[in-house]
């Protein structure tokens, strides 16, 4: 009896022994697996290479997954991991992974590097001369690697055109972006726009053409094919040329009737023929500005 | 006694024949009829579809028509439906249409990568609060700040390596194309 008594203690004491190893065992275990530190950059410039190191010891998968990057590869716990300079390229969150029985994780940043071009984007491609804010500009910069520079740049927008000063205006870019609106210039032509940020330049050309018509004054006489009506050379109120092709329309009233002839503006002038025998008043009118009046006698 | 046993045991069998019965023929109904059901089968019902609140309040210089913000809200939704899949799958196709430029040319890259590595990544339970900050003056430009969260998760080979719950900070661009209005950079960043 005696004996049983000890040995089911003895069996027992072994099975408590046991138990406590055992849990030593995967404490030690879980310890160990959970022990791998990823130490990683707060941030990287793009373009640049970095390191990555970990703790611990024995061999181990390391991971990488980015905005443009996943790679894998061997590695070594407590040894430096060295990412080279071209799977840093893309701007944005990279995650970084160790691998052993378990898998420790961190994540970094990589950020745009300094401007290297502009995209600059210019509207309209054809402004009326001496309107209000008509020509934008909208400029982003961006790094060697095509990431969006966000960190506040001075844009130098320069505005010249033929014979004039050059106008500039300084924009800070606020997320990436610097933008501007102008009024166009009095004078019809090429009109240069430009950003840049340090040497780092882009540029547009915006035609300025003439407005509307400002003013219409017409000619005319009897011919023998009819009335030959001219206006003079039709300009805008800054005295632009208005381009080819401007439409005027002419007005003839008499004896009742009324007939009407569109002309498009050629080198500077409409002209039309009008085919009336008896007296007639002739208006002329293109958009919304009215010509003088014009009284032509009959042709009898 | 006895009689009143088999009776018992008539009736649940006819009681489970018509619950097999109905489960074959509703199975839909079944499911939702059940209270217990199983996390696989109670899974929501399609956890790769983004969950998108665009707020246009803050847009400028121009102000954002609603029939744009309707037209940005639905492609920058869809294009995340299509980018996780073409993550999750390894298929740089599914981004066609929907990214050009620099987008595309960095997602199909990671894609790419993927593939050659063996690995994959989803992202579940997406969640995006989307502001727009920047509308060109000619509407040719939309600057949008997205803060996505979602469970990423990361597989080699099938076995998931990384699961985790992120909140991530999104620049994006978009312009109009002909038909719809595509991502043509986006950027995540520590913060706005």
Known sequence: ?300 | MTTNIGNRRSFSRSVLVAFVLFGVLFPGLAKAARPGASPVDSAPPDSSAPQVALNITNAGPRAIEALTEHAVLRDYKFAWARMSQALETNSPDLLNGLLEGTASVWLSDEIKSQRRAGMNSRCLNQVHKVDAVFYSPEGDLLELHDTAEYDLQISDSGKMIHNQHVVVHYVVLMTPGADRWVVRQIQSVPQF
């Open chain 1, 1 to 300: 009896m005696s004996w049983s008594i000890n040995t089911r203690c003895s069996i027992r004491r072994q099975a408590r022994w046991s138990l406590v190893a055992a849990s030593l065992l995967v404490l030690a275990a879980l310890a160990s697996a959970q022990d791998v530190e990823l130490r990683v950059p707060s941030t990287v410039t793009a373009g640049q290479a970095a390191a990555v190191t970990s703790s611990g010891s024995g061999r181990a998968t390391f991971y990488l997954l980015g905005p443009s990057t996943a790679m894998k590869r061997d590695a070594q716990l407590g040894e430096q991991i060295l990412l080279p300079a071209k799977e840093l390229q893309a701007a944005g969150r990279y995650v970084a992974l160790m691998c052993t029985d378990t898998c420790s994780s961190a994540a970094f940043f990589v950020v745009a590097a300094k401007p290297a071009s502009l995209t600059f984007v210019a509207h309209p491609s054809r402004a009326p001369v001496a309107v209000n804010d008509v020509i934008s500009g909208v400029a982003l910069p961006f790094d060697e690697f095509h990431n969006l520079v966000l960190a506040p740049q001075d844009v130098d927008f320069q505005m010249s055109a033929k014979g004039g000063a050059p106008v500039s205006h300084k924009v800070q870019t606020k997320d990436g972006v610097a933008w501007f609106r102008a009024s166009s210039g009095k004078t019809a032509g090429p009109l240069q726009v430009q950003a840049s940020i340090n040497d780092v330049i882009a540029r547009r050309v915006v035609q300025q053409v003439a407005s509307d018509p400002c003013r219409l004054r017409i000619n005319g006489q009897r011919t023998s094919k009819g009335i030959e009506v001219a206006t003079e050379p039709v300009r805008d109120c800054s005295g632009n040329p208005v381009p080819d092709g401007t439409i005027v329309t002419f007005t003839a009233k008499g004896d009742g009737e009324t007939s009407t002839v569109d002309a498009p503006v050629k080198q500077d002038v409409a002209r039309a023929w009008i085919t009336a025998d008896g007296p007639v008043v002739i208006s002329a009118a293109s958009g919304v500005v009215m010509g003088n009046e014009l009284r032509v006698g009959g042709g009898k």
